[in-house]
């Protein structure tokens, strides 16, 4: 079973001083962290698992998980052979640093090259808030419709990248990715943009290479 | 063009207060109030039109659209011919009473059996404020997965009624309708529970019948 850890303090006060603690925790272990956020429902465990198989042999990939409840995504993580956490926010609607600083403590960081933090499903209350990652990653699906970077600005204008998820059910839905990308360029212009599908692995092995050079860059 | 409201101070404090107002103003008028909670492109907007639609000629729909930044949804429902005003929160990652009130200022409420209160895409932050709405209603897709009653617990407790929309979207992505209604009916053991597809029109007829019975229950 992954370690769930509840938090319960709410020491909200100095979070970025916890985050640059922990950035300098990281980079002492060697780790790129990447802090993925978005919606519920996005396919942000699904993508994390499938990304962490693409990478097997070339990174070794950690996993800590945010959720309000429930410990289903980390077991899944666990099931799939990455070290993994749970953190249950207990009603909290985005991760903070010192929730961080708990998980890393319970993670093998010697054993892990990237670390995928899997943030509070939610577009909004993530973005504010430094966990200590180096990286920022959006992830949206086609199911979401195409209007979301117009309706959420702010988590997108901060990306490093832009995923759009569940590539394969956009014949299915109303997504119209020139739309999509539109609004994204107005917040970032220059920001890479992946069409994934975990499911067929459509455009997984580009976004693989993208997390290699990050990671080479970042001297992991 | 739809009257946008630009939020800009935020009186949080006396909330519950400006929604017992706003309640009793919404009785006044004989208005039906629903408080609309999803994630963000769960479609909300879509049902709400369809369901305007559904319902032409029986009861008389308004809409309150809340989002953090655009106008694209209350421009939509003018099109449809829904009086609607665009709240704009500005960053806040949910609706206060006192938008509601404002919002409320610029609707001809005489005119309107069934408000519809669409709040901001979010799972999480809308479900501990209350804005005066009579009823809570909870959307999620198909797309999102079976395990959302799962990870966000308080949202889905409190609905007067949860609806799974993108029903045809069902048979392409992995969702299990009797996992999800086993976790929701851990929280909320007898709400009523729609399959709809606002695109096919599947059980939108059920969902029109049952908004119509509430709107007879509280005397609309």
Redesign the interface.
Same mark, same amino acid.
């Given at each position: 079973m992954p370690k769930t850890i509840l938090v319960r303090q709410s020491p909200f006060a100095g979070n970025n001083e916890t985050a640059l603690a922990n950035r300098a925790a990281l980079d002492a272990a060697g780790v790129l962290a990447i802090n993925v956020m978005a *919606?519920?429902? =996005?396919?942000k465990t699904t993508l994390i698992l499938a990304t962490a198989g693409e990478l097997h042999g070339k990174l070794r990939c950690g996993v800590v998980e945010g959720?309000? =409840?429930?410990d289903?995504d980390a077991r899944a993580a666990e099931e799939a052979g990455l070290p993994a956490v749970q953190i249950n926010t207990g009603?909290a /609607?985005h991760l903070r640093a010192d929730m961080l600083t708990q998980a890393m403590a319970e993670l093998p960081l010697g054993e892990i090259d990237l670390l995928f933090i899997e943030n &509070?499903?939610?577009? &909004? /209350?993530p973005a504010g808030v430094l966990l200590g990652e180096h990286l920022r990653v959006v992830i *949206?699906?086609t =199911?979401?419709?195409h @209007?979301?970077p117009?309706?959420?600005?702010?988590v997108f204008r901060d990306a490093a990248a832009v995923v759009v998820s569940?590539w @394969?059910?956009a014949p299915?839905?109303d997504f119209d990715i020139s739309v999509y990308e539109g609004y994204l360029r107005r917040l970032n212009a220059g920001v890479p943009l992946f069409r994934l599908s975990a499911r067929t692995g459509q455009g997984m092995a580009e976004w693989g290479r993208w997390l290699e050079e990050q990671a080479r860059m970042h001297g992991g």
């Open positions: *919606s519920p429902g =996005a396919g959720d309000i =409840a429930g289903i009603g /609607c &509070v499903g939610n577009l &909004v /209350c *949206s699906s =199911a979401e419709g @209007d979301k117009l309706k959420y600005p702010r569940k @394969d059910v299915y839905v």
